[in-house]
């Protein structure tokens, strides 16, 4: 049995490094108190290296990425760095292309504690995930839409080589979930079959897939009554699966939901490769002072090593993953230790050593 990990880790711009080295530490203690191995890599790219070097993402990064059981990322991209043609740089967004990374995984849960905007009654909480098909959909066009004076197209692909396995996907984190007594055994597929032709096809091989797991509920919603209920009742959701652009939307919805981005993890998952990454970016504007917050950076770790543990059999790395999760959990709850974002006063590095303390 595999005990031993190397994980390509892309530090990134702006608070990257300073969120991604905490991450790394609690990861090296977990995995010598737990009896596996990790070895990070590290994999140079973004913004600032390209104003370095003239290079973005190069070859031996990608190379490393490849290479590598699994890869975290923190976030890349600054504003004023861009390429000749005025557009950003975002090394991120080539690794999912280019490892066909096809199921973006952003877990909403609101936690007691946590600043959301839904007033959530005793009682009731929110813990759901959303997948994102992360390679084509309204996206496959991206950066190649016609153009012409008085008219503009892009186009919507969905493909049964990549729908089949993303709902096969979405159907085992539903097992899962369940069998972890985190969710109901739920999975809504989030369309506008009602329509375009393309959603009713994506919507049938959903349906097939559902009947090989009869184990787990399936259902289907509309996109636009899908928004309306993760306002109005988010707590009916245990896994939705939809597509690209829709997914883009509810994505930062779900966010909105968390009481904003400090606390909302996410993975980007293929056949062989996984990146895992915090949903906010390098947020340039804090980045150098000590204060970003790294609780989604290191709930991201969390979801890297439940991944790696599940895929490999190794569940002291599931178990480490549940861990992080409630660690960082109690302190939320408790907010005595929180950076600016979340209400506190505290700076990167006091947070983390709350997780650590909370952990042991
Ligand atoms: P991108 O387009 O690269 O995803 P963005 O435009 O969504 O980036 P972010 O970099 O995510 O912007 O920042 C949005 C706001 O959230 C900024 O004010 C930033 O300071 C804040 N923010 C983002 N991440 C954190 C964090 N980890 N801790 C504290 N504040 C954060």
């Known amino acids: 049995m595999k005990t031993s990990f190397d994980i390509a880790v892309f ?48 070859p031996a990064s990608m190379a490393a990425a490849r ?39 952003r877990p909403v849960t609101i936690r007691p504690g946590q600043p959301t905007p839904l007033a959530l009654k005793g009682g009731q909480s929110v813990d759901f995930v959303l997948i994102r098909e992360s390679t084509e959909g309204l996206f496959y066009t991206q950066g190649r839409g016609e153009v012409q004076a008085d008219e503009a197209r892009e ?6 080589a990549i729908s089949e396995p993303l709902f096969r996907f979405a159907f085992d984190l539903a097992k899962s979930r369940k069998a972890s007594g985190q969710g109901p055994g739920k999975v809504t597929c989030v369309d506008k079959a009602n329509v375009f032709r393309a959603f009713a096809f994506f919507r049938e091989m959903f349906d097939a ?11 289907h919603a509309y996109v636009d009554a899908t928004a309306l209920w993760m306002v109005e009742k988010p707590w009916a959701f245990d896994v939705m699966v939809t597509e690209n652009m829709f997914g883009d939307i509810l994505s930062d919805l ?13 993975a980007d998952i293929g056949a062989d490769h996984a990146v895992f990454q915090p949903c906010h970016g390098s947020a340039p504007d804090i980045a150098g002072q000590g204060v ?23 569940p002291a790395m599931q178990a480490d993953a549940a861990r992080l999760r409630a660690a960082v959990d109690g302190v939320v709850a408790e907010g005595r230790v929180l950076t600016r974002d979340l209400g506190g006063s505290a700076g990167t590095a006091e947070v983390a050593a709350a997780v650590r303390e909370a952990l042991a």
């Open 209 to 219: 897939e559902a009947a090989h797991h009869p184990e787990i509920a399936a259902d």
């Open 155 to 160: 186009t919507l692909r969905i493909t049964r």
């Open 67 to 105: 290479a590598a059981d699994a890869i975290l990322l923190s976030a890349m991209g600054l504003p004023d760095v861009r390429y000749p043609d005025g557009t950003e740089i975002s090394p991120q967004i080539d690794l999912r292309k280019a490892l066909t990374l096809f199921a973006g995984v």
């Open 292 to 314: 970003a917050n790294p609780m989604a950076m290191i709930l991201s770790a969390a979801m890297m090593l439940d991944w790696l543990g599940g895929r490999h059999g190794v």
């Open 254 to 266: 779900g966010a909105g939901l968390m009481g904003g981005l400090g606390l909302a993890p996410s």
């Open 11 to 58: 530090q990134g711009d702006g608070i990257g490094p300073e969120i991604m080295a905490p991450t790394t530490a609690l990861l090296s203690e977990l995995a010598t108190q737990g009896g596996y191995g990790l070895t990070f890599t590290d994999a140079p790219a973004g913004a600032a290296h390209y104003r370095e070097t003239g290079e973005s993402f190069p």
